[in-house]
């Protein structure tokens, strides 16, 4: 028995030591064995090749960057090495997105919340935009009512909804383009120099989700190529304007819209009254046409922001070539250019050109009124540039040609209706079809109607901007534009339309929302876009200043001449 079981002990020994793992074991080398490989070539562990896979989100102007690359692109995004969408790591881009609508549009803008409400609820208000923004926006807020939200190809947008009208759409920034309006949102517009990127409700990134050789712009609106230019209409600080700025300041007129001047890079004022050292006193009432300026006034260009001046106002040698030198003077002293006048007709027609963060533009106006006298001519005789449409023409061209965007003015027949005469579309559309970006009527004391022609923006007449009619000759004359336009990169891209009341004789305020929405219907019907719904206008605003004015109250329309040497 004991016999056996020591039998039995041995052989558990010899199986326990069999099944002890041997430490540190290396391979044995044999002639029909090779050495293992540093890595096994197997599909887990095999580097795919580098492929780009592209999201719907994408918009077009990044979808480019990332076609054009040289990166293998495939279309389904499990096969691919690196996905491009919204967020990535590391080579990140900003996109800024605009809502808009058609430039007839009365409204300007809207909050976050009735944004995101117009997104998921139903409403009588589309909301139009192509299928990339439409993807992109979804992954931010959520899937948008099917009622509510429609798609449509980027390229037909712009033709849809000015079919549709009542309709709104959101855009890339880079696809704005001027028959857009460009609404607010919460008070904010990717077109202002104002505008903060951070609290921006329509601010996306894309990129793509691991480090790779593709380069994307850092964001599709570089402020350093940006600039805002504003134009006015007819400056003449004499009589009621003048007589107030004397008793409540020069700087007075400016007082509730300086804001929207100095905030342009480039603002431009259209003065027609020459500068005098032995200007009178300025006459409320006066009958006569003969206009001068004390030179202290010079104070409220300067306040305003002033960076160009237009002369081709028909007085601006009311008071002969004495005090038009004096005035071209006194503007040479303060470093101010000016434009559409000058000291003989070649001085007097030659454009003036301006840069601004890589935008190049070039300023050049006519008066094809008169009266002759004020004509600048070329023998040395000062005053306003005549209009030779051969030669307008010829230079906006050459103008273009270099790179310069043509900014034309007149200083035209005045109207106080607001339709567009023949012979005012055939000469404004001249310079249009020359190549001038935009055509701006400066002489109009009664705004006129605006038009879209091919590529330029035309505005027949601005209206007054510091001028004393208060609603004379006619009801109207109060009411002013102040056209911002806006470059982009090389481009003009946009206007918006700003909006005054004539208070006091001499200020513009801004108007209310009850006389923009009136005004602007009002300005669009005449312009043909729309039907003209008439809402209540309110009472005229009484005027501070106690002022006896005649009436009918004389216009800057020229009669003939009774002063001053010639």
């Known amino acids: 028995m004991q016999k056996k079981q020591l039998i039995i002990f041995l052989i558990l020994i010899v199986i326990l030591a069999a099944c002890v793992p041997t430490q540190n074991a290396a391979p044995t080398l044999s002639a029909t064995s090779s050495p293992l490989p540093t890595a096994t070539a197997t599909a887990s562990s095999t580097p795919r090749p580098t492929a780009l896979w592209i999201s719907d989100s994408i918009p077009d102007a990044l979808r480019e960057v990332a076609e054009e690359s040289g990166i293998p692109l495939v279309r389904d995004a499990d096969n691919a090495t690196l996905h491009f969408d919204l967020g990535g790591v590391g080579n990140t881009s ?32 589309k909301l139009w935009m192509a299928e990339s923004t439409k993807a992109a926006l979804t992954a931010f807020w959520g899937e948008p009512s099917s009622k509510q939200v429609r798609v449509v190809p980027s390229d037909k947008l712009l033709d849809t909804l000015w079919e549709k009208r009542d309709a709104w759409a959101i855009i890339p920034f880079e696809e704005i383009q001027p028959r857009w309006k460009v609404l607010t949102i919460d008070g904010q517009s990717p077109l202002h120099n104002d505008f903060v990127t951070e ?21 599709n609106r570089d402020p350093e190529k940006l600039t805002v230019m504003v134009l006015t209409g007819v400056t ?32 431009h004022i259209s003065n027609e009254i020459p500068f005098m050292p032995t200007c009178k006193p300025p006459t409320p009432g006066q009958i006569g046409l003969q206009f001068c ?37 006194l503007y040479d002293e303060i470093g101010l250019p000016y434009y559409g006048g000058g000291r003989d007709l070649a001085d007097a027609s ?26 600048a001519r070329d023998d040395g005789w000062p005053g306003a540039a005549p209009c030779n449409h ?6 906006i061209e050459d103008l273009r040609a270099n790179g ?14 607001p339709e567009i005469r023949p ?62 336009h806006v470059f982009y990169d090389g481009e003009y891209i946009a206007t918006e339309l700003l909006t005054a009341m004539l208070v006091d004789y001499s200020k513009p305020i801004p108007m209310t929302e009850t006389e923009r929405a009136d005004f602007l219907s009002y300005i669009f019907e005449a312009s043909g876009w729309m039907e003209y719904p008439p809402t209540p206008t309110p009472a005229p605003t009484m005027t501070l200043t106690p002022i006896v004015m005649p009436r009918p109250f004389a216009t800057l329309t020229p009669l003939p001449y009774y002063g001053g040497q010639h």
């Open 293 to 329: 300026s004390d030179p202290k006034y010079i104070e409220l260009l300067e306040f305003v922001g002033t960076d160009v001046v237009e002369l081709t106002g028909n007085h601006f040698q009311d008071y002969g070539s004495d005090a038009t030198r004096f005035t071209l003077d």
């Open 423 to 484: 012979w005012q579309e055939r000469d404004f559309r001249r310079l249009a079809d020359a190549g001038a970006v935009i055509v701006s009527g400066s002489q109009a004391h009664f705004a006129q109607a605006k038009e879209f022609y091919s590529d330029t923006f035309i505005d027949y007449g601005l209206g007054n901007l510091f001028f004393d009619q208060m609603d004379n000759p006619v009801i109207g004359t109060r009411r002013e534009f102040i056209d911002r």
């Open 94 to 125: 900003i996109w800024i997105y605009a809502l808009v609508a058609p430039f007839p549009t009365v409204e300007d803008g809207v909050s976050t919340k009735e944004l995101q409400s117009l997104w998921l609820e139903n409403g009588d208000r």
């Open 390 to 395: 051969k030669f307008m023409v010829a230079e």
């Open 236 to 267: 003449a600080l004499v009589r009621a304007t003048a007589y107030t700025m004397e008793r409540k300041g020069i700087t007075y007129p400016a007082e509730s819209i300086g804001d929207w001047l100095r905030d342009a890079d480039i603002t």
């Open 199 to 219: 609290s921006y409700p329509l601010k996306l990134s894309f990129g793509v989700d691991a480090p790779s050789a593709l380069t994307l712009p850092i964001t």
């Open 404 to 417: 310069y965007l043509p900014i034309a003015t007149f200083q035209y027949h005045e109207y106080y209706s």
């Open 350 to 375: 030659k454009a003036l050109t301006l840069e601004h963060n890589g935008n190049k533009f070039a300023f050049i106006g006519c008066n094809p009124v008169g009266p002759e006298f004020a004509w």
